[in-house]
């Protein structure tokens, strides 16, 4: 019989992502919670994830967003 590949060994461990809840994520920011909310509704903040009806942030999505904010010259777009 041949394992299903989907299924997790039960001697196996996983690594889950860290994740932060607005107020968390505002702190490390240095902004508001209004600031990530509306950050959030206007599609220019960090990747969430929606959890019911609770919204996250995946610590490895914010480090990758502050680097794609990274710039070199403030005219840069």
């Known amino acids: 019989m041949q394992a ?3 299924t997790l060994h039960p001697d196996a461990s996983v690594t889950m992502p860290k994740l932060w809840d607005q107020k ?3 702190q490390y920011l ?3 919670t209004a600031w990530c909310e509306r950050a959030r509704w206007c599609g220019e903040g960090p990747r969430f994830v929606k959890l019911g009806r609770h919204v996250r942030y995946r610590a ?3 480090l990758a967003w502050i680097e794609e904010n990274a710039r070199t010259c403030s005219g840069e777009a």
């Open 4 to 6: 299903n590949p989907a």
């Open 24 to 26: 968390t994520l505002a």
């Open 30 to 32: 240095g902004k508001s």
């Open 60 to 62: 490895d999505d914010v």
